[in-house]
């Protein structure tokens, strides 16, 4: 924007004022009987978006990708795709394509006739599906393949002949359901760089869902975790992960320690606590808590440094036993058992081979975090 | 090392072949030779007869005796050419009009809440409880001048004279559509059951409408059914003589009621059996096509 022209410039639609939202859930309510998928949602999601939708089964994210899909029709509340209700459109006469998790190619077609099935479906003439069908198979790498059965592929390029069907419209909006569910650990790695630069490449609108939140952190500009039906952050992976407004986010994104504690006082942004036993803490923290009032403070365990010595400086420190390592090659997981009885977590890089690690079972060890690294959680 | 040949696994192989040699290799030879045979006024009433007391001369003289007359027969008199041929046409057009009657009764089935399918596929099996005979015997009831059917129409004033169904072929084929229908609907629902609902929602999401959706996955998916019902039902009713006996009269020539009257009427067993094999023949090829396709789709499916 002309007023901070130095200003490296980052995607972020969704603080810029003017810009127009491509979809917008505006009080979208889903009930299927009594039970309640979707509760009173407004959501915008902008062009050229990577838009995650992260939660555990059942927590409606699969509804909202079924209803821009056209599959379900909210019970109440408005849907708009560019400004308009399609709320009750036809899922044919949407400009939306889904990749589904199952894929679900058509096992009586070829490769070929599956990409080309949309295209087919507008009514295009021969040449225009043949070339455009050419293009995706290009895209997705599998020319060789045109004239195989689904069944005849492996599971990686059976995910790609999806890919590619969903794509071969150029839907305003794709949507992808639990796309890398079924590859193993490594091409999901690889297949999730690969769609986000694709992504970049054709400039679309991605709607991704998935209950994997390393997923969601590595492709996502912004990610929605939802809860029973309801958005509980709506923030980019980052924030999510740094400032994540309640214990179920960060107990959702990744590992994490919390501490109930009660707000002693404050000096400017520097507060005071103490937990239950009576541990003094210090915070620095921009947001606003009131004295006296109990809060969580949740510290992420690569935060945490174990360490035989206690930590000098301006630090938060307490004293455990070692309870367990669980070693995971690249970092090594202490589980400290605070005199309380309760467990602290801190992730350490394996800097130094194992065997020659000061730290082992049963040592009593100090805990310690900056001022700075704990969120303090008012939910 | 030798293997040790497993007695276990032979005898379990050997049940089902010891069983098709038992009840079908050899009365089938039976019939072949009685086909060969020529009439006579006799028990049982053909010759020749082996006679194993004469030893091997016997044998021979049997043998040099066996001819194919009887087929001949077949080729000479127009009475069996048209009964196959009739066969044929009432078989086809009822397996197509099970299909028409089978297709959305299956599919709505499969379509039908899971509460609701055990006791629609109930429905579907009920029949089965009653006798056969007794069911197609009641359709004479229904079917007849003064039956249930003409007095329901000409009470609510659709028609004033009784409409002639009994033993005519419609009432062939109402019987052989009623009676095979659920041959057709079992296989179907079950391929139909199987289907992947999310293909459905593909096609839809590509653009089709429901009716295309339908006609573009659905039914080519459910094809292997489609094909599976429609032998079940084209099979046997190629071969139906209880249904033409009862309820098409005499101007309803099939293969079956011409080997009955061959066979009870006119005491010629050469030429009954002779029919037989044919009819069999004539079976085989579209049994083997079924087989292939059958195989062909359990070979997708793995």
Known sequence: MADAPEQRKVFAPWLDTTQKPLIRFENVTKRFGDYTALDNLTLDIYEREFFALLGPSGCGKTTMLRLLAGFETPTSGRILIGGEDISHVPPNKRPVNMMFQSYALFPHMTVEKNIGFGLKQEGQSAEAINERVKEMLALVQLEPFAQRKPHQLSGGQRQRVALARSLAKRPTLLLLDEPLGALDKKLREKTQFELMTLQEKLGMTFMIVTHDQEEAMTMASRIAVMDKGVVMQLDTPSDIYEAPNSRYVADFIGNVNFIECTVISHNGQEYQLKDKQGNQFRLISEVQLETGSTIWLAVRPEKVIVSKEQPQGDVNAVQGIVWDIAYSGDTSTYHVRLPDGTTLKSEMANLRRVRNRPITWEDTVWLSWSLTAAVPLKR | ?302
Do not use: H
């Open chain 2, 1 to 302: 090392m030798q293997r040790q040949f497993d007695w276990g696994r032979f005898l379990l192989i050997a049940i089902p072949f010891l069983w098709l040699l038992i009840f079908f290799l050899l009365p089938f030879a039976i019939v072949v030779k009685i086909s060969l045979s020529d009439t006579a006024n006799a028990l049982p009433p053909y010759v020749p007869t082996l006679n194993l007391s004469e030893g091997w001369s016997g044998i021979t003289s049997f043998f040099s005796q066996l001819d194919l007359e009887s087929f001949a027969w077949l080729l000479d008199d127009k009475i069996y050419f048209l009964s196959y041929l009739n066969s044929l046409k009432i078989a086809f057009i009822s397996t197509l009009l099970t299909l028409l009657i089978g297709y959305p009764m299956a599919y709505g089935l499969a379509k039908a809440p899971q509460r609701w399918r055990t006791v629609l596929l109930m429905l579907v099996i009920l029949p089965f409880w009653t006798s056969f005979l007794i069911r197609v015997y009641a359709w004479i009831g229904i079917l007849k001048p003064e039956g249930l059917l003409n007095m329901g129409l000409m009470s609510i004033g659709l028609i004033d004279q009784p409409l002639a169904i009994i033993n005519t072929p419609t009432a062939v084929y109402i019987g052989i559509v009623y009676s095979y229908l659920p041959f057709l609907v079992l296989p179907l629902y079950a391929t139909l059951e199987k289907l992947d609902q999310t293909l459905i929602e593909a096609a839809l999401d590509l653009g089709c409408s429901p009716i295309q959706a339908f006609w573009k996955v659905t039914f080519p998916l459910s094809l292997p059914g489609v094909v599976a019902g429609c032998f079940l039902v084209f099979i046997p009713a190629m071969g139906e003589f209880v249904i033409p006996d009862l309820l098409g009269g005499s101007d309803t020539i099939m293969i079956g009621k011409t080997l009955w009257s061959e066979f009870f009427g006119n005491r010629d067993w050469p030429v009954a059996s002779a029919v037989a094999v044919v009819l069999l023949l004539s079976l085989v090829v579209p049994i083997v096509i079924f087989q292939r396709i059958q195989e062909r789709q359990r070979e997708a499916e793995a």
